[in-house]
């Protein structure tokens, strides 16, 4: 799994996820049509880009997983940050987001390449390498659904709740 | 040796995590809101799944429920509706409008007794850590991940790290656990406890009643935890058996000698009064630092501190007096429990004739997702959890502190230190 697109900067830490998608936008009831709200009370949105680069302890406060479907149906693949809040990196794999934690410096628009797979990130002949979670990778990259994974496992779940 | 969390986590482990696979980690008790759980349900539905223990499900509704009047759109009103059309299909107990029990999700578990030492507790909101007052492991979780505990009760899970925070000494005269929680976040920051648990210790700690611990653990979070706990003790006991809920707890601890991947102490006496100053939560700092700045609302309520007690401090402050010029004063109990409480002890009377308004029970004005909100320019005072830039409405700015530092900004119009009003 590659992914090659132009990255948006956002200059600042801890970017939470009120600020992706303030919460006047989580009264629906689906997971489509968030893209457009994408950090909608900013006066210039980050948005026109593949990859998002922020700083660090990216997707902080509200668990509301509709920050990832934002960016998601905004067009990111991935958030490339120095580090990220544990909940927002849990619901971007979930959703084929990749949280590539990395704190190389880019500039609005540069051509960035993330090999999932390898671990790695590249731009302008730079190269850097992220740590990613074996289960996560395999998840990304196999498109594996982690609810059917979960339902495979019925007969220990079901052993469990016996023994208690 | 083991600590607390520990104990926890052994004791709930389905399958062990291996470096292939997280750990199947079961659910004892999942809360559920009309907010994170329509697209969850949605999942079951895709796939022909039922909600496998719906005895280990409960639900409410609290988001973008009114505190005053009809519903503020008609999104809202449908974003309730499906919550009891999915609970009603799944037979997921609700506590729905009607509901003399409903209220804030983190607020009505422990109240209704629900929340117990030894459980795993999740639920689609980041203020699930509230519930880890009770020795219990308690975080909040995604959508998806909803849908995996609707499904399976359990989750996907790595084993996370252990942080003890030992809080000595004792919290002095006018200073509230909402305050030793505001000063803790702003010693670690916003990111301090990223990847783990944290466990309160400390003769500060023993000293805090239930709601004084769910106040400290419900904002956890907000220095980057997956969850806070205390340990069980004659306090838990105590609040639980008042609540018809009896047992012995005494293995839920962290054994002598265990250790912590990592440990913080902190002196609960010399905490002040703590107000924000900043867009983040650990912008905290001595109320003194930002005496006499104007405050045209004030709020009073959310999972933080929209409990009983939080409710008979600011009153403390609001009896016999009247509400500054210009100023706005929202008073929402956590709860229809906490309301009827409340009443019975007169405190509606006081915010009242003080001039605030006293409302119907949901997140209301710390969310900002039923209407109340601010319009941009005003400043609050909140005893909420988050003071992000547009948390309470666009162009609004919010200072965090305890019902009495609000209770005191509501009767002065400006920041102030409520020990001069005590």
């Known amino acids: ?164 | 040796m083991r600590t607390l969390f520990d104990k926890l986590w052994e004791a709930h482990v389905v399958r062990a995590e291996s470096p292939e696979t997280p750990a199947v980690l079961y659910v004892d008790l999942h809360l559920v809101h009309e907010v994170t759980s329509p697209q969850a349900f949605d999942a079951l539905r895709a796939r022909g799944l039922r909600v496998r223990r719906p005895d280990r499900t409960l639900a409410t509704m609290d988001h973008s429920t009114p505190t005053s009047g009809g519903f503020a759109d008609a999104q809202a009103l449908a974003q309730v509706r499906t919550l009891e059309t999915n609970c009603a299909a799944h037979d997921v107990p609700l506590l729905d409008m009607a509901s003399d029990r409903r209220g804030i999700v983190h607020v009505v578990a422990p109240e209704l007794g629900r929340t117990r030492p030894g459980m795993t507790i999740v639920c689609g909101d980041s203020h699930t850590s509230t519930h880890g007052a009770f020795g219990a492991l308690a975080f909040g979780i995604g959508t998806s991940e909803v849908a995996h505990v609707l499904a399976t009760q359990c989750l996907l899970q790595r084993r996370p790290k252990t942080m003890r925070v030992r809080i000595d000494g004792r919290l002095g005269w006018g200073v509230t656990a909402k305050d030793l929680v505001l000063a803790l976040i702003a010693r670690m920051g916003v990111a301090g406890a990223t990847g783990h648990v944290i466990e309160y210790a400390g003769e500060a700690v023993r000293a805090l009643t239930m709601e004084e611990r769910m106040t400290v653990c419900n904002m956890s979070i907000e220095a980057g935890a997956r969850a806070g706990m205390v340990a069980p003790d004659g306090t838990t006991e105590t609040y639980l058996a008042e609540r018809g809920v009896r047992g012995d707890w005494s293995e839920w601890r962290t054994d002598e000698g265990a250790t912590f991947d990592r440990e913080v102490s902190i002196d609960a006496s010399a905490v002040e009064p703590m107000i924000t100053r900043g867009t983040t939560p650990a912008t905290g700092a001595p109320v003194a630092a930002s005496a006499g700045r104007a405050v045209q609302v004030v709020f009073i309520g959310s999972c933080t501190n929209g409990r009983l007690s939080d409710l008979r401090e600011a009153a403390r402050v609001m009896r016999g007096r009247r509400v500054a010029d210009g100023v706005r004063v929202l008073v929402v109990p956590g709860s229809q429990t906490v309301k009827r409480q409340a009443e019975a002890e007169g405190l509606d009377r006081v915010f009242v004739e003080a001039g605030a308004s006293w409302r119907e029970p949901g997140c209301s004005m710390c969310i900002a997702m039923n209407g109340d909100r601010l319009s941009p320019g005003e400043t609050s005072v909140s005893t909420s959890n988050r003071n992000f830039e547009g948390r309470q409405g666009p162009g609004g700015r919010t200072l965090l502190a305890s019902p009495l530092v609000a209770a005191a900004a509501a009767v002065t119009g400006r920041v102030t230190d409520p020990r001069d009003l005590l």
């Open chain 1, 1 to 164: 799994m590659k992914i090659c697109a132009k990255c948006v900067v956002v200059r600042r830490h801890d970017v939470d996820t009120d600020q992706i998608i303030p919460a006047r936008f989580l009264k629906g009831t689906t997971r489509a049509g968030l893209g457009p709200h994408a950090f909608n009370d900013w006066a210039e949105r980050p948005v026109g880009g593949g990859v998002l680069v922020a700083g660090r302890n990216f997707g902080c406060g509200s668990s509301r997983e509709h920050a990832v479907w934002a960016l998601v149906d905004a067009g990111f693949r991935a958030v490339v940050a120095p580090s990220f809040a544990d909940i927002f990196a849990a619901n971007a794999v979930k959703n084929g987001l990749v949280p590539v934690a990395c704190d190389m410096a880019f500039e609005a628009g540069d051509d960035v390449t993330i090999d999932v797979a390898a671990g790695t990130v590249e731009s302008g002949g730079r190269r850097a390498t992220f740590p990613l979670d074996p289960f996560a990778r395999y998840c990304l990259v196999n498109g594996v659904d982690e609810l059917g994974f979960l339902q495979e496992q019925s007969d220990m779940i079901r052993r469990y709740e016996c023994r208690r």
